[in-house]
DNA sequence: TGAATATATACCATATCGGGATATTTATAT
DNA sequence: ATATAAATATCCCGATATGGTATATATTCA
């Protein structure tokens, strides 16, 4: 997962993404320590609040955009 | 997921899939239905082996590329 | 229709998840 | 340099979702 880069790229805290996904910052640290993984849904709520595809979220692609 | 579209236009059978990919039948036909999500390590196998992006498989974009 | 193949469901044991609380690390101000 | 605050990581735990075996149902086709 890039969440971690994607994150700082986007400046702003565990705690505020947490929040804003309507989860706990405890969790979105274990997915970037590789500690835990989000299921499907919290995978596709991620991508989407960073505007990136799950591809890139994923790092199979170094593009970001969705392939429409 | 876009699953059992993908499997049948391989013309492969859940169980040859669940084979292919070291798991069962019944899991594949679960994915198929909607019963249950599998984790992001066998979302990506499963796309792998199709050779689609993981956003066509969960029906993000209609193109199964992987925008390099 | 009967056998074979394909797909779905029941049940269960276990692994994984998310949450609260807390510890640790890092940044900031004085 | 130290105290305070902010950010991140870890511990423990109950609940849930997952995968497996076995079995039932449905579909194919000879």
Excluded: C, H, W
């Excluded at 969440?3 to 970037?32: F, H, P, V, W």
């Amino acid at each position: 997962m890039r969440l971690k880069e994607i994150r700082k790229a986007k400046g702003i805290s565990q705690l505020k993404l947490a929040m804003d996904l309507n989860t706990n910052q405890n969790t979105i640290s274990r997915y970037e320590t590789g500690e835990r993984e989000p299921g499907i849904v919290e995978l596709i709520k991620i991508a989407d609040y960073f505007n990136v595809s799950v591809d890139y979220l994923l790092e199979r692609t170094d593009n970001p955009t969705i392939q429409k």
